[in-house]
């Protein structure tokens, strides 16, 4: 009896569940976000997170990755440097251009900076960038923000 109870049961579940419409709303926006800021803690106090190399580096990379379908043609991407988080000066400390672009039939790119060796002189500065989309596709707003601390030798060190 147990035994045919579990199947009826079993079969009711079947009956019952197949029967349910299922709308599942589909999202058919556009965003670009930092992979640094999906995956690392924000700084203390702010909603983004800080990575941090040494002025020799030479360069730096940031994955920006598209939160869409992935597009026929190239997608050119603005952001800009935010002077409220930034302390590093452009030609000085770092190169940047300002855009970078998603090839067609891709979800990444890779935003680089380029990290002037400024020599020996001690502390660190700060370069803060945020993704600004285009016409198209939006900043993602937990993930439009990374920070990039660039320190420098301590000259007593050399």
């Not at 147990?2 to 019952?16: G, H, P, Y």
């Not at 941090?52 to 603005?78: K, M, P, Y």
């Not at 979800?107 to 502390?123: C, Q, Y």
Request: proline share 4%; glycine share 6%; charged share 20%.
């Amino acid at each position: 009896m147990k035994k045919i109870l579990s199947i009826f049961s079993v079969m009711m579940v079947f009956a019952f569940g197949s029967c349910i419409d299922q709308n599942y709303p589909i999202w058919e926006g556009a965003e670009v976000e930092f992979q640094t800021a999906v995956v690392t803690a924000p700084v203390a106090g702010q909603n983004y997170p800080r990575v941090t190399v040494a002025n020799t580096v030479g360069s730096h990379s940031f994955q920006v990755n598209l939160v869409a379908r992935q597009r026929a043609n190239d997608e050119t991407i603005a952001y800009r440097v935010v002077s409220e988080g930034t302390t590093a000066v452009e030609g000085t400390d770092y190169n940047v251009s300002g855009s970078l672009v998603i090839p067609a039939n891709s979800s990444t790119a890779s935003l680089t900076v380029d990290v002037i060796d400024t020599g020996a002189i001690g502390g660190s500065v700060d370069l803060l960038l945020e993704l600004e989309g285009n016409s198209e596709i939006q900043p993602s707003e937990n993930y439009k923000r990374v920070q990039l601390r660039i320190t420098r030798p301590d000259p007593s060190e050399d």
